[in-house]
Nanobody, 124 residues
Framework: QVQLVESGGGLVQAGDSLRLSCAAS????????MGWFRQAPGKERAFVAA????????NYADSAKGRFTISRDNAKNTVYLQMNSLKPEDTAVYYC?????????????????WGQGTQVTVSS
Protein backbone atom coordinates (compact mmCIF):
# COMPACT_ATOMS: atom_id res chain seq x y z
CA GLN A 1 0.00 0.00 0.00
CA VAL A 2 1.15 3.51 -0.82
CA GLN A 3 0.13 6.75 0.85
CA LEU A 4 0.56 10.12 -0.84
CA VAL A 5 0.19 13.51 0.82
CA GLU A 6 0.36 16.73 -1.20
CA SER A 7 1.23 20.15 0.16
CA GLY A 8 2.31 23.58 -1.04
CA GLY A 9 -0.83 24.85 -2.71
CA GLY A 10 -2.23 28.31 -2.12
CA LEU A 11 -3.46 31.58 -3.56
CA VAL A 12 -0.97 33.47 -5.74
CA GLN A 13 -1.01 36.14 -8.42
CA ALA A 14 -0.40 35.63 -12.10
CA GLY A 15 3.33 35.38 -12.77
CA ASP A 16 4.16 34.01 -9.33
CA SER A 17 5.71 30.65 -8.54
CA LEU A 18 4.72 27.75 -6.30
CA ARG A 19 6.36 24.47 -5.41
CA LEU A 20 4.11 21.54 -4.66
CA SER A 21 5.34 18.57 -2.66
CA CYS A 22 4.12 14.99 -2.56
CA ALA A 23 5.33 12.91 0.37
CA ALA A 24 5.13 9.19 -0.31
CA SER A 25 5.10 6.42 2.28
CA UNK A 26 4.54 2.68 2.21
CA UNK A 27 5.83 0.26 -0.42
CA UNK A 28 7.48 2.49 -3.00
CA UNK A 29 9.73 0.77 -5.51
CA UNK A 30 12.35 2.38 -7.68
CA UNK A 31 10.52 1.49 -10.90
CA UNK A 32 7.34 3.32 -9.83
CA UNK A 33 6.26 6.34 -11.78
CA MET A 34 4.99 9.41 -9.95
CA GLY A 35 2.64 11.82 -11.65
CA TRP A 36 1.02 15.17 -11.10
CA PHE A 37 -2.49 15.78 -12.38
CA ARG A 38 -4.84 18.71 -11.99
CA GLN A 39 -8.58 19.16 -12.07
CA ALA A 40 -10.29 22.49 -12.59
CA PRO A 41 -13.97 23.01 -11.71
CA GLY A 42 -16.21 21.37 -14.29
CA LYS A 43 -13.29 19.75 -16.13
CA GLU A 44 -11.76 16.31 -16.26
CA ARG A 45 -8.57 15.45 -14.42
CA ALA A 46 -5.64 16.33 -16.66
CA PHE A 47 -2.04 15.13 -16.78
CA VAL A 48 0.64 17.65 -15.86
CA ALA A 49 3.93 15.77 -15.48
CA ALA A 50 5.43 12.47 -14.40
CA UNK A 51 8.79 11.14 -13.23
CA UNK A 52 10.27 7.74 -12.51
CA UNK A 53 11.83 7.29 -9.07
CA UNK A 54 14.84 5.53 -10.56
CA UNK A 55 16.78 7.49 -13.17
CA UNK A 56 14.51 10.50 -13.13
CA UNK A 57 13.01 10.07 -16.60
CA UNK A 58 10.27 12.66 -17.06
CA ASN A 59 7.22 13.35 -19.18
CA TYR A 60 5.33 16.65 -19.44
CA ALA A 61 2.03 17.85 -20.79
CA ASP A 62 2.41 20.52 -23.46
CA SER A 63 0.83 23.06 -21.10
CA ALA A 64 3.57 22.42 -18.53
CA LYS A 65 6.64 22.41 -20.75
CA GLY A 66 8.90 25.37 -20.09
CA ARG A 67 7.06 26.53 -16.96
CA PHE A 68 6.79 23.49 -14.69
CA THR A 69 9.53 21.15 -13.49
CA ILE A 70 8.98 17.81 -11.81
CA SER A 71 11.72 16.40 -9.61
CA ARG A 72 12.18 13.90 -6.82
CA ASP A 73 14.24 13.47 -3.67
CA ASN A 74 14.70 9.75 -3.16
CA ALA A 75 16.09 10.18 0.34
CA LYS A 76 12.95 12.03 1.41
CA ASN A 77 10.52 9.95 -0.67
CA THR A 78 9.17 13.22 -1.98
CA VAL A 79 8.23 14.39 -5.45
CA TYR A 80 8.04 18.07 -6.30
CA LEU A 81 6.34 20.18 -8.91
CA GLN A 82 7.94 23.58 -9.36
CA MET A 83 5.50 25.89 -11.12
CA ASN A 84 6.70 29.19 -12.53
CA SER A 85 4.97 31.99 -14.43
CA LEU A 86 1.60 30.83 -13.16
CA LYS A 87 -1.52 31.79 -15.08
CA PRO A 88 -5.17 31.98 -13.98
CA GLU A 89 -5.86 28.92 -16.16
CA ASP A 90 -3.51 26.94 -13.91
CA THR A 91 -6.10 27.21 -11.14
CA ALA A 92 -7.08 23.69 -10.11
CA VAL A 93 -6.77 21.04 -7.48
CA TYR A 94 -3.42 19.34 -8.02
CA TYR A 95 -3.11 15.63 -7.31
CA CYS A 96 -0.10 13.39 -6.88
CA UNK A 97 -0.37 9.80 -8.10
CA UNK A 98 1.73 6.63 -8.20
CA UNK A 99 1.93 4.16 -11.07
CA UNK A 100 3.27 0.70 -10.22
CA UNK A 101 4.27 0.11 -13.85
CA UNK A 102 6.43 3.21 -14.07
CA UNK A 103 4.99 3.99 -17.47
CA UNK A 104 4.83 7.79 -17.01
CA UNK A 105 1.57 7.68 -18.91
CA UNK A 106 -0.80 10.62 -19.27
CA UNK A 107 -3.80 8.44 -18.52
CA UNK A 108 -5.11 8.87 -14.98
CA UNK A 109 -6.63 5.39 -14.94
CA UNK A 110 -3.13 3.89 -15.07
CA UNK A 111 -2.22 5.29 -11.65
CA UNK A 112 -3.17 3.07 -8.73
CA UNK A 113 -2.60 5.42 -5.82
CA TRP A 114 -3.73 9.02 -5.33
CA GLY A 115 -3.34 11.76 -2.79
CA GLN A 116 -6.14 14.00 -1.56
CA GLY A 117 -5.04 16.99 -3.62
CA THR A 118 -3.94 20.55 -2.91
CA GLN A 119 -5.70 23.66 -4.18
CA VAL A 120 -3.82 26.12 -6.37
CA THR A 121 -5.57 29.39 -7.16
CA VAL A 122 -3.99 31.96 -9.47
CA SER A 123 -5.56 35.40 -9.53
CA SER A 124 -5.23 37.77 -12.49
Amino acid sequence: QVQLVESGGGLVQAGDSLRLSCAASGRIFSYYGMGWFRQAPGKERAFVAAIRWSGGTTNYADSAKGRFTISRDNAKNTVYLQMNSLKPEDTAVYYCAADQQGSLTRWATTYEYWGQGTQVTVSS
